[in-house]
């Protein structure tokens, strides 16, 4: 997974990197994937300190962000986990020319409760002891589209999907793992960081 960042056309500062001197604080709105909620909301926090400026957080699917882009909502910065999203919305003319860059990575894994039966390999997820799997909703959410792409190449997907409960992002898909109301999901692993019961 890479995640990207691209300005919109409603034109903004970007984070930490162009230093302006400014007479009044900037409000800058950015839009990002929610695997980049914890980083980011740091992040935040110290640039506020230095430069005075605010910054408002969207977190949300990219494809969920994308809609809202699409529809008018005020983006400054959008971070997407999906390059699809952000060709779609510079095709529509809503990005500005240029300024996409690469600048993270994230891999996909496998997490389960502590009461959940164990998992070696992907193959697992086929057992009848895995009944639920949660996964983001593979039509909006990158690391659902990700995961349902790796397993059809691993030629799972068929008997994986039956047993699929679509998530809004990848933060509720560990919520469903955490709470037990799953077997397993697929998440990134930097989200795993977050969390205490997985």
Same mark, same amino acid.
């Given at each position: 997974?890479?995640?990207?960042?691209?300005?919109?056309?409603?034109?903004?500062?970007?984070?930490?990197?162009?230093?302006?001197?400014? +007479?009044?604080?900037? *409000?800058?709105?950015?839009? !990002? /994937?929610?695997?980049? %909620?914890?980083? $980011?909301?740091?992040? =935040?926090?110290?640039?506020?300190?230095?430069?005075?400026?605010?910054?408002?957080?969207?977190?949300?699917?990219?494809?969920?962000?994308?809609?809202?882009?699409?529809?008018?909502?005020?983006?400054?910065?959008?971070?997407?986990?999906?390059?699809?999203?952000?060709?779609?919305?510079?095709?529509?003319?809503?990005?500005?020319?240029?300024?996409?860059?690469?600048?993270?990575?994230?891999? +996909?894994?496998?997490? *389960?409760?502590?009461?959940? !039966? /164990?998992?070696?390999? %992907?193959?697992? $997820?086929?057992?009848? =002891?895995?009944?639920?799997?949660?996964?983001?909703?593979?039509?909006?959410?990158?690391?659902?589209?990700?995961?349902?792409?790796?397993?059809?190449?691993?030629?799972?997907?068929?008997?994986?999907?039956?047993?699929?409960?679509?998530?809004?992002?990848?933060?509720?898909?560990?919520?469903?793992?955490?709470?037990?109301?799953?077997?397993?999901?697929?998440?990134?692993?930097?989200?795993?960081?977050?969390?205490?019961?997985?």
């Amino acid at each position: 997974m890479t995640t990207r960042f691209y300005l919109l056309k409603t034109g903004a500062v970007m984070l930490g990197m162009i230093a302006v001197m400014r +007479l009044h604080a900037a *409000t800058v709105t950015v839009f !990002a /994937a929610a695997s980049l %909620t914890d980083s $980011l909301k740091q992040i =935040a926090a110290d640039y506020e300190k230095t430069s005075g400026d605010m910054i408002v957080y969207n977190f949300a699917a990219s494809g969920t962000l994308s809609r809202q882009i699409e529809t008018c909502a005020p983006a400054d910065i959008f971070f997407a986990a999906d390059e699809a999203k952000a060709d779609a919305l510079e095709k529509k003319g809503l990005l500005v020319s240029g300024s996409r860059k690469s600048l993270l990575g994230n891999t +996909l894994v496998i997490v *389960t409760g502590p009461e959940a !039966a /164990a998992i070696h390999s %992907t193959a697992d $997820l086929t057992n009848a =002891a895995i009944q639920h799997i949660a996964l983001g909703d593979v039509k909006i959410v990158p690391a659902g589209t990700y995961a349902r792409i790796y397993l059809e190449k691993l030629q799972l997907w068929p008997a994986v999907e039956p047993k699929v409960i679509p998530c809004e992002n990848v933060r509720a898909v560990l919520a469903a793992v955490e709470s037990g109301n799953v077997d397993a999901g697929i998440v990134y692993k930097t989200d795993t960081a977050i969390s205490k019961k997985k």
